[in-house]
């Protein structure tokens, strides 16, 4: 039975804790739907800052500025894990945080968040928790290396992570991570990474979206695409499982659920997500509601989006290294124009001011009649945007040489600078058609230059020399310049 909510309508104001990527295309969906967005962010220059009314400028431990922010909001929502509980629970204070500081408490923690997975039935993979560099050492023996050991806190995008090929090395992967607890997960014969996106309201109303197929390189997501080639029976399974992790956790908005397929056909969780998700950047283009509104319209309680795909989506990752040379300087803006060229691409970047190795920048979207040509354009569209390209305001390295060898001729050089127009004629006044001395002329000349380019006085005037009026002062109007016949009233300057 769904519970009683009162919707929060548009016009009204939406916090978004985190200014990244996620959260810019969660305020442009905001936004088409009439709602005022605010944001909190560390980063005064974050990817959200030109599409929010407000951006509070602070640390996501800064529980007083994440009060702030819900003050003037109607509901509070957020695009990154991060927020700490203090923070979370400030802004609980003054509007609805959703999904709930009691969701990310357990998805903060990988250690929590496994155990709660196991607990609750769900499957995980082989997995030990370490706490002391002694329990790490017990823990490699256990899970028969190879294994990952990764952070319980932080890391995303594969940081936080060591890679155990021996258990000697246990040592090396407690030193490495900080000496901090750490989850040690047995590494598995893998076939496939799938995720799932379910979206809950406070209705109880959830939207399903259809799974998509990941591909990682360096434990960064390279590609995607939606819906995924995968088998119908392991779809519908992965469905069942992120639509009851949903329910049991009592998310309020969306939560990604990521999952392993083993080559021996298990499907297992890895790790879960309570946001808008890089693997469903496919949704703006492949589906009836992107990820985004759908993110808007769940924690705000308005009726879900339909989540059926229209046509097959890939999503390619840009990296700062697409526009960073070898030695990792700046070699411009990628060549967007080639792969915008394709039918069916379109490229999203996130606004970020600085290019750097491993940082995502933005991502190319390819719409296909199936996800195997999807792939296929969107590897296209990333190839030809790396291709060198010549600049249109530069000129050829060969001319340049010439210009420096002083092999142009004269004509050329003449003809390469811009052509000066000639100057009209000069307007006589009825008092230049006396005749003058030298001096008179040169006064006549001065006069004409500091006048403003306004016609000549009628010939009423026989002589109406144009005066400068003393410079006003900063509070008071600007004047042009004006005839010393106007009875003091000056003309004001034109905007």
Known sequence: MKKKSQPILPGSTLGILGGGQLGRMMAMAARTLGYHVRALDPDAS??????????????FEDADAAAELARGCDVVTLEIEKVSQAS???????APVRPSATVLEIIQDRIKQKTWLDKHGFPVGPFSVARTAMQLAGAALRMQAPAYVKAARGGYDGRGQFFLTAPEMAEAAWTEL??????????????AEVSILVARSPSGETAVYPPSLNH?????????????????????RATKIAKEIADAIEVIGLLVVEFFITTDGKLLVNELAPRPHNTFHGTEVGCLTSQFEQAVRAVCDLPLGSTEPVRSVAVYNLLGELWLSSDASPRGSPAFDRALALPGVRVHLYGKREARAGRKMGHISAAAKTPKAAVALVKKARAITRAERRWPSA???????????GRWSRSKRRSSSPRKMPRPPRRASQGSMRGSTSSTKRSRRLRTRSADKRPAPSS???????????KPSASSRAFAISPSNTRGHASPRPP
């Not at 974050?46 to 640390?59: E, I, N, P, Y």
């Not at 900080?178 to 076939?191: M, Y």
């Not at 000129?395 to 060898?405: E, I, V």
């Open 395 to 405: 000129r050829p390295s060969s001319t340049r040489r010439r210009a420096r060898s």
């Open 46 to 59: 974050c990817a959200s800052r030109f599409v929010v009314d407000k951006l509070v400028t602070a640390s």
């Open 216 to 236: 990682h390189e360096d434990r960064i997501l390279e590609h995607c695409v939606i819906p995924a080639p995968i088998s119908p029976a392991i779809a519908k």
């Open 460 to 470: 009423s005037i026989s002589r109406a020399p144009w005066t400068l009026r003393p």
């Open 88 to 94: 979370l629970r400030a802004a609980a204070k003054h």
């Open 178 to 191: 900080g000496a901090r607890p750490c989850v040690v997960e047995r590494a598995l014969s893998i076939e």
